[in-house]
């Protein structure tokens, strides 16, 4: 079994450029979220995806968007980059779609680092 | 946002047991609890969850106060592996959501 990965591992841009970040989700998995989770804070929920739709989103602005692919691997892709959003984006995959009450837990990626300079 | 509060550091000793606090005062009904851990230079991972009752897996057993206003995670034996962040999660039971505060650094030592 595969667990989830991300891609780049770590990606230096400059202000006002625009960055596509990559997650495979871990095999029978069709639920993706993404977290930014800035340097000594705990990561903060971006939005997530269930069966390639948004099913959900954090307090974050438009600029930040994503996809879901049919093979369940997502993308998040933010326009305009601030030096805010320097941080770590963690993507996580799960089962979703379960009975009301049933939680299946999140499997979180190693992460990709986001520096902008 | 859902709200609990830990303390930001603890530290134990190896084979010892640890007790992770988590104040959760203003908690309904409907919230479970859950544990993540996040280990030095990796994503957070689950640990254990819960709602009204004691709940034991492998990794560690959790404590949910009578009246939910706080609960604790148990480690029974700690190693220097399980220095991580620990985040104690509240989840409305229909979202699939985590709302991470800032968790507990546990430090341990020889």
């Known amino acids: 079994e595969t667990g989830v990965t991300q891609s780049p591992t770590h990606l230096i841009k400059t202000r006002g450029q625009q960055v596509t970040l990559r997650c495979s989700s871990q095999?029978?998995?069709?639920?993706v979220s993404w977290y930014q989770q800035a340097l000594g804070q705990g990561p903060q929920f971006i939005f997530q995806?269930?069966?390639?739709?948004?099913?959900g989103r954090g307090n974050f602005p438009p600029r930040f968007s994503g996809l879901q692919f049919p093979n369940y691997s997502s993308e998040l892709n933010v326009n305009a980059l601030e030096l805010d959003d320097s941080a770590l984006y963690l993507c996580?995959?799960?089962?979703?779609?379960?009975?009301?009450?049933?939680?299946?837990?999140?499997?979180f990626g190693p992460g990709t680092r986001l520096t902008v300079l | 946002d859902a709200k609990t509060t830990q303390p930001n550091s603890m530290e134990s000793n190896e084979e010892e047991p640890v007790h992770l606090p988590c104040n959760h005062s203003?908690?309904?009904?409907?919230?479970?609890i859950h544990w993540y851990r996040q280990l030095p230079s990796q994503g957070p991972e689950y640990v254990i969850h819960?709602?009204?009752s004691n709940v034991n897996n492998r990794m560690a057993s959790l404590a949910i106060a009578e009246d939910r206003k706080s609960s604790t995670l148990i480690l029974h034996r700690a190693t220097l592996r399980d220095a991580a962040v620990y985040y104690c999660?509240?989840?409305?039971?229909?979202?699939?959501?985590?709302?991470f505060g800032t968790g507990t650094r546990l430090q341990v030592t020889l």
């Open positions: 996580a995959s799960s089962l979703g779609g379960s009975p009301l009450g049933t939680y299946n837990e999140q499997f």
């Open positions: 095999s029978g998995h069709n639920t």
């Open positions: 995806y269930y069966r390639e739709e948004e099913n």
């Open positions: 203003t908690i309904s009904g409907t919230d479970y």
């Open positions: 819960g709602l009204t």
């Open positions: 999660i509240r989840r409305t039971g229909t979202a699939s959501k985590l709302t």
